[in-house]
């Protein structure tokens, strides 16, 4: 599955290889990666596939919202099961690696990877793949919506329904033409003075749309104090492909625990992650000891960062991460502060090819400690800073922190105030970086900004 205006990163096809800076230091001998340059854009010979070898080749199981049923065996489209977590436990007692294919639709908690409640771990290798288009999986479920106003508060409809995180509106779009996010307000008094938002007062929720016509399932999609997807120290190497998600109170992708493993996302996404008292990412990694990558995602209007990685026990980190074609936008809702595209931490070392970065409160790239980024080709413009949000983080597009070291090929930048900040002791090379006239860059005393 491609998305659409997003380049595909294929096989070694033809185009000038490109050699890695000196002292990126990303380990090529356990997973080899080229990069070549082709025309105007950059290609790798990145095979998503590869690092999920095992459980393609394992039992298959069969994931139908239209046509499933949970107790089926799972094991053909006509015995299809209805929920993707069903299919991760029938994956886990068979004992070996495995993978799942899921048909096109939309999935919420019930029916999805977290069964109304915990994520259902797969403790197998697993390999999740939508099937015959995009697999929508959200955190909550259909609510019993009246057609008929609140009586007290005419402009809006009440429903019942607690630990509410973001209200979206599936009829009208936003400025990135995705789902529009209705206005959190502080009552039912508030909320009836006010179109476009929602109010949750104890186990009511009230819901006045734009448009101000009753919400209903089709139209209102309400998401929880829930998580979406998160693997722990338990789970072993993973794939995902073709899946969107929409919420998730720890991150829309939530990775934590101290374990040995893959994890590759292909066309995902992550949406509308975190909420005001919990400012989470759209997809966030910690302390994985192996490759992450994404080829090909987004990671848009979450709480806080699109990509954010972290490494937490200390020594030489072992995480590497690659990211191929990917988006981050919008992310920095409500009054979180310095809020990032693509953001790692901890020493980490990693590699952007094709992303595009942009309209995030905060620096669209940047990293801190001692980690370092090669980027190829990578756009970000736009940065709206995190002054909207009450902070004084100026609108920049790369930004290197403490000892990090940042290595910008054929890079571009455009709209923001700074094109490039490196603090403290960072590093920031370039080669052939374009930047839009009237970009300033800055670089603290001890840091550098050169070109290699």
């Known amino acids: 599955m491609r998305m659409p205006g997003l380049g595909l990163s294929g096989a070694g096809s033809a185009g000038r290889r490109v050699a890695p800076p000196s002292g990126l230091g990303f380990p090529f001998a356990d997973y080899p990666l080229a990069v070549r340059r082709r025309g105007g854009r950059f290609v790798t010979d990145f095979k998503p596939e590869t690092h999920a070898a095992a459980a393609l080749a394992g039992p298959e199981y069969f994931v139908d919202i239209a046509t499933g049923n949970d107790g089926n065996p799972g094991t053909s489209w006509g015995a299809a099961v209805k929920s993707i977590f069903v299919a991760t436990q029938l994956g886990n007692a068979g004992g070996v690696p495995f993978h799942v294919s899921v048909r096109a639709g939309v999935y919420s908690r019930a029916n999805s990877f977290t069964n109304s409640g915990p994520m259902v771990i797969p403790t197998q290798p697993a390999a999740y793949r939508a099937v ?92 929880l104090v829930v998580d979406a997807f998160v693997l722990d120290g338990t789970a072993k190497s993973a794939y995902l492909e073709g899946f969107d998600f929409q919420g998730g109170a720890n991150g829309g992708v939530f990775v934590q625990g101290v374990a ?23 997809f966030r990694v910690f302390d994985t000891t192996g490759l992450v990558a994404f080829v090909r995602c987004v990671a848009a209007s979450n709480a806080k960062d699109g990509f954010n990685l972290h490494w937490g026990q200390g020594g030489t980190p072992s995480l590497y991460h690659l990211t191929i074609d990917c988006r981050a936008y919008g992310n920095g809702r409500y009054e979180s502060q310095s809020n990032n595209g693509l953001t790692s931490h901890d020493g980490l070392t990693g590699i952007d090819v094709g992303g595009r970065y942009h309209d995030n409160f905060g620096a669209n ?26 902070g004084v983080v100026e609108p920049v597009d790369f930004n290197t922190q403490e000892t990090t070291r940042f290595w910008l090929e054929r890079t571009k930048t455009s709209g923001s105030a700074r094109s490039l900040v490196a603090g403290d002791t960072s590093t920031i090379r370039l080669r052939q970086h374009r930047a839009e006239t009237g970009q300033a860059q800055l670089a603290d005393v001890g840091a550098t900004i050169a070109t290699y």
């Open 132 to 223: 015959g288009g995009r697999v929508t999986c959200w955190a909550g479920g259909d609510l019993g919506w009246s057609g008929s106003p609140d009586a007290t508060y005419g402009n809006c409809y009440a429903v019942a329904r607690s630990n509410v995180t973001a209200v979206l509106d599936l009829a009208h779009a936003n400025g990135f033409g995705e789902p529009a996010e209705l206005v959190r307000v502080t009552d039912a008094s508030a909320c009836n003075a006010t179109a476009g938002s929602w109010a949750q007062v104890g186990g009511t929720l009230y819901v006045h749309r734009a448009d101000g016509v009753a919400p209903t399932n089709a139209t209102t999609r309400v998401l």
């Open 365 to 390: 790239v940047v990293s801190n400690s001692a980690s370092r980024l090669w980027c190829l080709g990578t756009e970000a413009h736009d940065s709206l800073g995190d002054g909207p949000r009450g």
């Open 260 to 282: 040995t493993r893959s994890l590759v996302f292909v066309d995902c996404s992550a949406r509308y992650a975190g909420g005001p008292s919990h400012l989470y990412d759209g």
